[in-house]
């Protein structure tokens, strides 16, 4: 049988007003299982090797990726999705389709991006060849898509370690369709709520062992919890669970809302708990022992922030505390100017402050240059992204601040051991991101603090000013579903 996969992911941010342009993605034009297994291109490598084993024949498309900021420019949208269907129309005739999509893409004049694309597909396609598709779970999951695609799955967890766990169970599940073993059917539920959700602890560990037990047994195929992303504003946002059964609909429903009542009962004890700058500072001077890991949840790069405010490093600065290090901030010039400086040099250097009213002001230091790395990365859980230009810099204080050309979030301690930073004797270490970084920093940190600054995506979710979706969602009311009753 003839399988064609393809990928197409980014997070949009419907509140910054960047546009998201070509430059800003990075793109394979069908071979980056092969060209980058440990990067981009891991999941299409993954169901590659899945495939091959099953002796199928493999034609793969687009793999592009771009980290999240505004709406995607319409014709980049519509120059990828004319890609994927070019590359599905010649290597047609086809058993399946395997499609990796985040599920919050927006362009100019599109919010469901992935529903436009999966409804495209399957007219392509007809209505016989299996569609199976991979979704990030702060995706905005639609009506759309629903009725486009055989089997969707999110991941489970944030951070979201299960990519490859779930590739798998979209492959095989994809395939027993094509066999005609099974024939998913699909039912959702809308659970009214706008949050996040950490699966590192609990109840939401609990939550997500639910659902594992859940499936693969009286005909329950998948269940999904679709966290939503808060700071997408589409008709579509927020939490979903949707439930796949073995043709019964009506137990898939049951299911979905099963799962979706379980989750408003845990609603309050599942909120992430964030500290303000200086409840954390002093937590964290009043205990012994460190890193202390501060996650700077609002100023995320991951979630469509600027990546460069000074909120926390200011406070580390004016309070005097040393032992830190922090990063990393997208400031290129502030890295050209330390190109052209060299490592030793020392000098006054304005760091951050720069990208948008959400940056907060610049902050003037007098900083030594300790390194440069032109080809600096990072790895998480095996997988390996591009930095472009790290640097390290350090204040007279003791503050070790990683500078990054590329807008990344922190999410691997090699962000800053790479470069020389030793994490191990530091007593806070901050990291601009608002869950990733959890997987590889919570084994090292004396303790976690997730931070509330005045950032870009900030975790005010009563007060996200919203125009598209409704605003009878929790917890901006107290209970959404009165209005139904
Ligand atoms: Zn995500």
Redesign the pocket.
Known sequence: MKIFFAELIT?TNTFVSTPTGADAYLVNHGDASTADPEGMGALLAAWRRMAEADGHEIVEGLCAYAQPAGATVQVVYDGFAEEILAGIRQAMPLGAVLLFL?G?MVAESIDDCEGDLLQRVRTLVGPDVAIGVEL????HFTERMRAAADVIVC?KE?P?IDGLDRAREVYDLTMRTVRREIRPTTATHDCRMVGLWHTTREPMIGFVERMKALEGRDGVLSVSFG?G?PWGDTADSGGKVWAITDGDADQAARLAATLGRELWAIRDAARPVNNTIDEAIDQALSRPGGPHVFADVADNP?GGAPSDSTFILRALVERGIGDVAIGAFWDIGAIQICREAGVGARFDLRVGGKVSKASGDPLDLTVTVRAIDEAHWQSSQGMRGPMGTGVWIATDDGIDILLASARDQVIGTDAFTNLGIDLATKKIVVVKSTQ?FHAEYAPIAAAVHYVSTPGAITPDFAHIPYRKRSLEYWPRVADPFASLA
């Open positions: 997070e985040h919050a990030d779970l702060h995706c991941f944030y979201h966290h992303f991951g990733h």
